[in-house]
């Protein structure tokens, strides 16, 4: 199942750290989004994974797409939407 992850970090080592995490699950598609083609299990280790490292007044938002929407996302521009699971088997 594709996950859009976006943060809103105001430290830049953090912001940093975050970006690296993700970056090891799926694709950067703007500069705080990542889309994410994992398993929900998986979504749950990384948001934890997550949550022990952001500051208060960090935010890190995380929203599933279901089937009927991956359908309909469009993408304008940068990168494509994903959609190989294999990429992410992170």
């Given at each position: 199942?594709?996950?859009?992850?976006?943060?809103?970090?105001?430290?830049?080592?953090?912001?940093?750290?975050?970006?690296?995490?993700?970056?090891?699950?799926?694709?950067?598609v703007?500069?705080?989004?990542?889309?994410?083609?994992?398993?929900?299990?998986?979504?749950?280790?990384?948001?934890?994974?997550?949550?022990?490292?952001i500051?208060?007044?960090?935010?890190?938002?995380?929203?599933?797409?279901?089937?009927?929407?991956?359908?309909r996302?469009?993408?304008?521009?940068?990168?494509?939407?994903?959609?190989?699971?294999?990429?992410?088997?992170?």
């Amino acid at each position: 199942m594709i996950h859009v992850i976006v943060y809103d970090i105001t430290k830049d080592p953090l912001r940093t750290q975050v970006s690296k995490i993700l970056a090891a699950y799926g694709t950067r598609v703007q500069k705080s989004v990542f889309e994410l083609d994992l398993h929900p299990g998986r979504v749950v280790v990384l948001l934890k994974q997550l949550s022990q490292i952001i500051e208060e007044g960090d935010s890190i938002r995380c929203y599933p797409l279901c089937q009927n929407c991956q359908v309909r996302a469009e993408a304008q521009n940068g990168a494509p939407l994903a959609t190989d699971p294999l990429c992410y088997q992170a």
